[in-house]
């Protein structure tokens, strides 16, 4: 039975990055992350409950890789996890050619080092306010200062939404051009503790960013 969404066109590039690893198979990439007390699965639907199969599996191999290449630091880790990300981008596709798994890879390194204060992506969707969350969450457990997540691109009610959702405090404001000024016009809580100190901002007019701090 295929593990993930185009299991055919993908498996053999797959294989063979595991292959020179002297790894066999997904199977046994999956035992090596298990044996070293990982189930980076679960992981990985913890942080993105709505993601395909192959995203799991792609982590899974990059672990696996991270492991056998005696990776000791976490950024050492995450450039390693995106050659197994690499490993499942389909041979000829837009994402292979740009080395889109790669450089996941080494997103992930920059943000684990202390030098990058600051995060910013451009999304709109729960799925990136989803990934922000874990990606500040486990960066911070690794970093002495905490990292800073921007997405950059909400509008009101989507901002709103997800603050209430995932129990953010909302905060609007309004950004004036003339005097470059930003005016905090309302705050909303939608929880206590950890979640709450996060905060979704709007901002009216020109700058719009969704900001965790």
Request: glycine residues 8%; proline residues 2%; aromatic residues 8%.
């Amino acid at each position: 039975m295929a593990l993930f969404e185009s299991y055919e066109r993908r498996i053999d590039k797959i294989n063979g990055v595991l292959n020179s690893y002297g790894i066999s198979s997904i199977e046994e990439a999956e035992k090596i992350t298990k044996d070293a007390g990982l189930d980076v699965y679960d992981q990985v639907k913890k942080i993105q409950p709505i993601c395909f199969e192959n995203a799991c599996w792609a982590y899974t191999v990059g672990a696996a890789i991270a492991i056998k290449k005696g990776c000791r630091k976490a950024s050492e880790a995450a450039a390693a996890i995106g050659e197994g990300l690499q490993a499942f981008c389909i041979p000829g596709s837009v994402a292979d050619t740009r080395k889109v798994g790669l450089g996941h890879g080494n997103l992930g390194k920059m943000l684990l080092e202390e030098e990058t204060d600051c995060f910013l992506a451009g999304h709109e969707s729960f799925a990136a306010a989803e990934g922000a969350i874990g990606i500040a969450e486990k960066a911070n457990k690794v970093r002495q200062k905490p990292l800073r997540v921007i997405l950059n691109g909400l509008g009101k009610d989507a901002a709103k939404i997800i603050s209430r959702i995932n129990g953010f405090t909302f905060v609007e404001t309004e950004y004036d051009p003339y005097t470059n000024e930003v005016k905090e016009i309302e705050r909303i809580a939608y929880s206590d503790g950890l979640r709450s100190k996060r905060c979704c901002n709007h901002v009216e007019r020109e700058r719009r960013c969704f900001h965790y701090r």
